[in-house]
């Protein structure tokens, strides 16, 4: 009787689940109420994901209840999940990008005639049906693959509507989502709340946390930390529920102590989309880029990396004109570029710590071309303790590691040469909160020891938080210098957006 | 930025036009070229490799290979010759035991990938060598015998089309029919194009796999009773460096290694374009040495129009 009129349309109670010994969750309960947007916030490790998979039906529980409208399930199975009404949109978008829109849709439960038989007339009205009540006017023979991210992700949702989906849980859907693709997404997510969908939305970003949801639950180191409704939190306090440690502590303060100019940029041009772009670096200086993605930012790092060659412009070293043909010539003026996607461009992933640390350094310690092992491993030893790189030994193979300790092998693998200028971009992508406060606290050292670092970042408070100087960044020019203390995010957001075209598919 | 029709079949319209292309020269070169005889030798010789090439597509299709298919041809031109041992009455017998063998490898190849997680290359490798070693065991001498009637079908005519032909195009039709109207043919798209998704769907990979598999050896299977009928005995020489004639054919007509995508007609295009390439360097009086050499180059063309396709 009690369960009829529960007000709750999923009830987790009691959740273990331990992997080899390791708690990944220890007690976790949590409620949800229909036709809101529950926000799930933790860092890294936190066990948001294994929640996740369990209400998904991938993993089972040790132990603990589902309930879910009223119907109580020990455990799930994935087809099992998706009967009762619950739809997982993943990082990782499940579309095969060589199939339509129509067939990504309905797969797995094409609409049929007879025999085996694809009714294909049906599978394109329904779909396009389904589009259409999410505002969305697409041709159904598109193959996804040719379609913008955002619109592969209209189609997921559209996927899980198909499966009179009552659950949504959306697993950071803004990470892969520019500005005003994201208002889009929150549009949509409003009306699936009005028709009584419920959400369970997963984000690093806080911001968005604030914008949407009703009601958030933390998660730490495997355990319940609370749910609480959003409009009784201020940021600081949500901060603090994921960390346990304030806001103020997160951003170490600037030495301020700025030197001559580094790098100078006079009116640099690339084939790409850079536009007359010129600005200086100092010693000691942190410069902070912002802007959207595709405003040019990754291409000033790569200009200025020699990576893409100029098509106008020059760089001064010093005061010396540079041109650089390749990456190799910038590192050799001790430029070091840490990139924004480490698992492609920064890292080797099968192999050890040890050697991607001691990779570009390479000749300098070794002997007629036999490396000096006993020199390799005080290296990586020295680098464990500076970086506090969380590891086993230093033949971990990379892959092993968190995010947060590969962000940690990346940066130390490109101090190795000893650089005066680095170029991070978005050094904390994918990085969860704690290791993020040893990463700015490790930029700071560096910049303390006179370091110049150019660093990019989508991420606005650590813009504001860390940088001396701030560039934003639009449509490969600069379009403002602002200093922190005279700026705040809506008037980065201002100037990184207005008068941006609306790109359409 | 929907691709348009001619970048979307890019590869397929190429390859249609380099048969086009050798058509006219083994036209302008050869007085029997283009003689109806020499053409319907052409496409009779076309349904031995389509036959094999249509169920190694499937099997690419699904992102895996089959290496086993010229060394279980070979085994089934031995086995079936054998059992049918010149006698009409054994005819059936010997066929549906044949293309049997070929379901067993089949569902042993799929057993093999599916429970043990075993890679579709290392199973299929050791099969070649095996089925090859188990054929060469049996014989290493031309064994068995077709029966009369049988041995006749080679040469046989329905409505005035050769039987094999005609049992090529109800096989390509019937591919076609499989691979773009039902449901199997979805998921065998789905899952060359993203195994995890077509997993994480519901889709049923296993099965999809075990009927994948058990299909391409059929093929093979089909493709061996198909030699006899043209040898008459079981020749242990047949067979030999087939699988790489077939998943060249399969490629060239824009079948991805990769898995998701390729099609019936792509796939028939490459097969008449091997083809034709060894026809006319027949017709030419070129060294057979050849062949391989230009198959090569065109194998290696076709793999870089797809880098660039997909770019």
């Known amino acids: ?505 | 930025m929907k691709r348009s029709f001619f970048q979307k079949h890019a590869i397929i319209l190429i390859v249609y036009a380099l048969i086009l292309v050798l058509v006219v020269i083994g036209a302008f070169n050869s007085e029997h070229f283009l003689t109806l005889r020499n053409l319907t030798n052409v496409m009779r010789q076309a349904a031995y490799l389509g036959t094999a090439a249509l169920g190694e597509m499937m099997v690419i299709l699904i992102a895996g290979i089959d290496l086993s298919v010229g060394s279980l041809v070979k085994l089934c031109v031995l086995v079936s010759a054998i059992l049918m041992d010149g006698d009409p009455d054994n005819v059936w017998m010997a066929v549906s035991l044949t293309l049997g063998l070929g379901l067993s490898v089949g569902l042993i190849h799929a057993f093999l990938i599916n429970e043990l997680n075993m890679s579709p290359f290392v199973v299929t490798f050791a099969s070649l060598f095996i089925l090859k070693g188990i054929s060469l065991s049996i014989t290493t001498k031309p064994i068995g015998r077709a029966s009369r009637d049988f041995l006749m079908l080679y040469s046989e005519k329905i409505a005035g089309i050769y039987v094999i032909i005609f049992f090529f195009i109800i096989l390509i039709l019937m591919m076609m029919f499989l691979l773009n109207k039902t449901i199997f043919g979805k998921h065998i798209y789905a899952i060359g194009g993203n195994l995890s998704v077509a997993q994480l769907s519901g889709i049923s990979v296993k099965r999809v796999r075990y009927g994948v598999y058990s299909l391409c050896s059929v093929l093979a299977a089909a493709t061996g009773l198909l030699w006899l009928m043209r040898m008459g005995v079981g020749d242990p020489v047949i067979g030999n460096g087939l699988e790489l004639n077939v998943i060249i054919a399969v490629v060239i007509g824009g079948t991805s290694l990769f898995g998701g995508r390729g099609t019936v007609i792509g796939v028939l295009g490459g097969v008449l374009l091997l083809t034709f390439t060894d026809n006319l360097l027949v017709i030419l009086g070129v060294s057979q040495f050849y062949s391989g050499l230009i198959k090569g180059l065109i194998f290696v063309a076709a793999v870089s129009l797809h880098k660039m396709e997909n770019r």
């Open chain 1, 1 to 505: 009787m009690r369960e009829s009129q529960n007000p709750y349309i999923l009830e987790m109670r009691n959740i273990f689940k331990s992997f080899g010994g390791v708690n990944a969750l220890r007690d976790v309960s949590f409620q949800c109420r229909p036709g809101t947007v529950h926000a799930l916030v933790g860092e890294n490790g936190a066990g948001k994901s294994t929640l996740i998979k369990i209400l998904a039906g991938a993993l089972l529980p040790d132990s603990g209840e589902i309930i879910f409208k009223g119907q109580k399930h020990q455990s799930f199975s994935t087809r099992k999940a998706l009967n009762s009404g619950i739809s997982v949109i993943y990082q990782e978008l499940a579309l095969v990008s060589q199939m339509t829109v129509a067939e990504n849709i309905f797969l797995g439960r094409e609409p049929r005639k007879y025999f085996g038989i694809v009714d294909k007339k049906r599978l394109k009205i329904e779909a396009k049906k389904l589009l259409k009540q999410l505002g969305f006017e697409v041709d159904m023979d598109m193959e996804v693959g040719e379609m913008t991210v955002a619109y592969q992700q209209m189609v997921e949702i559209a996927k899980a509507l198909s499966k009179n989906a009552d659950l949504i849980i959306m697993d950071e859907p803004s990470a892969i989502l520019a500005g005003h693709e994201l208002d889009q997404l929150f549009l949509i997510i409003e009306s699936l709340k009005k028709r009584g969908v419920t959400i369970i939305y997963i984000s690093h970003r806080l911001e968005e946390v604030f914008r949407i949801a009703n009601e958030v639950t933390i998660l730490k180191d495997g355990q319940l930390v609370g749910t609480k409704p959003i409009k009784d939190l201020s940021r600081g306090e949500l901060v603090k529920m994921m960390v346990g440690r304030t806001l103020e502590e997160v951003f170490p303060v600037s030495f301020n102590q700025l030197g001559n100019p580094v790098i100078q940029v006079e009116e640099i041009s690339t084939k790409t989309i850079l536009n007359q772009v010129s600005f200086n670096l100092r010693e000691g200086e942190i410069l902070g880029v912002a802007g959207m993605v595709g405003s040019g930012r990754t291409e000033l790092a790569r200009a200025i990396f020699g990576a893409d060659p100029l098509t106008s412009g020059t760089i001064k070293i010093k005061g010396q004109d540079v041109v650089f043909k390749n990456p190799a010539d910038a590192i050799r003026s001790k430029i070091s570029l840490v990139p924004e996607d480490r698992k492609y461009h920064g890292l080797f992933t099968k192999l050890s710590i040890l050697n991607n640390i001691t990779l570009p350094i390479l000749s300098k310690i070794s002997r007629w071309g036999f490396t000096d092992k006993k020199k390799e491993n005080e290296i990586v030893e020295r680098e464990r303790q500076i970086h506090s790189i969380d590891m086993t030994s230093g033949n971990q193979e990379v892959q092993y590691l968190s995010g947060g300790n590969q962000q940690k092998v990346v940066l130390s693998k490109s101090l190795q040469t000893i650089p005066e200028v680095i170029i991070m971009d978005e050094p904390t992508r994918g990085v969860d909160v704690g290791a993020k406060f040893e990463i700015y606290q490790l930029i700071r050292q560096l910049n303390k020891d006179g370091i110049a670092i150019l660093m990019i970042s989508s991420e606005l408070p650590e813009i504001l938080g860390l940088s001396d100087r701030i560039l934003v960044m639009r449509e490969g020019k600069i379009v403002a210098e602002l200093t922190p203390n005279e700026t705040n995010e809506e008037m980065i957001i201002e100037f990184a957006t207005t008068n941006t075209q609306q790109s359409v598919p």
